[in-house]
């Protein structure tokens, strides 16, 4: 069965203090893997795709990375205004009807 | 940019009431889903559209209906509202050449 694994469930994190949150995934086949921002009461929005092991993307101070297995966002010096719920979601080659699989998200508290 | 415009940000309904949750997409995107999404659950599939009149059931169907009469409009429907579908629901689209979601602002539903 395809799973998605977010950890951890939560982090706290002092101003500047650098960090990473994971996703884990088993799935038959990665068509790309991708991760969101969600602020309170609003909608997911999007950071990042990749699409194979290896790569690396990066926006102001966070970078996305993807091995076979797993995804690491690296959270580097944050600030307050950093703080939301971080999701990750993997697209399998299963179909072509664009469905996601969602992890349950890693709530990022940056405490200035 | 593409835009997901959800045509409510909260709603109260009672329990037994027919519901419509309204999605609109202005990016001629063929695909098209709900989703809600709960405290420890993450986001869960009610269902999907991958053309006009095209649906199919997601993972937690139950309970919802779905109407797709024109391609940027995707409707929920929850035929009787029962308080344990209180939750928010969050409506997105895909287009064929991008494999992401854009993700409108969400509903906050509560039935009492």
């Known amino acids: 069965e395809d799973q998605v694994t977010q950890s951890p469930e939560a982090l706290r994190l002092q101003e500047g203090e650098s960090s990473s949150l994971n996703c884990s995934y088993t799935?038959?086949?990665?068509?790309?893997l991708f991760w969101y921002r969600q602020d309170p009461g609003k909608g997911p929005e999007f950071l990042f795709t990749?699409?194979?092991a290896g790569e690396e993307k990066e926006k102001e101070r966070l970078k996305a990375t993807l091995t076979k297995k797993e995804s690491f966002l690296h959270i580097t010096a944050p600030k307050p205004e950093d703080s939301a719920t971080y999701l990750c979601a993997v697209q399998t080659a299963r179909g072509n009807t664009g469905k996601l699989i969602f992890g349950q998200g890693t709530t990022l508290q940056v405490k200035p | 940019d593409v835009k997901v415009t959800q045509s409510s940000r909260y709603l109260v309904k009672r329990t037994g009431e027919k519901v419509f949750l309204e999605c609109v997409q202005d990016?001629?995107?063929?695909?098209m889903f709900w989703y809600r999404q709960d405290p420890g659950l993450g986001l869960r599939l009610i269902y999907f559209s991958y053309d006009v009149k095209m649906k199919e059931k997601g993972d937690i169907p139950e309970g919802y209906s779905v109407s797709r009469e024109k391609k940027e409009r995707f409707s929920l429907i929850l035929e009787s509202a029962s308080t344990n579908q209180t939750s928010m629901y969050l409506c997105?689209?895909?287009?064929?050449?991008?494999?992401?979601?854009?993700f409108g602002s969400g509903t906050r539903l509560t039935v009492v």
């Open positions: 997105a689209s895909r287009g064929q050449d991008y494999y992401g979601y854009t």
């Open positions: 990749l699409y194979s």
């Open positions: 990016m001629d995107h063929e695909n």
């Open positions: 799935v038959s086949g990665l068509r790309g």
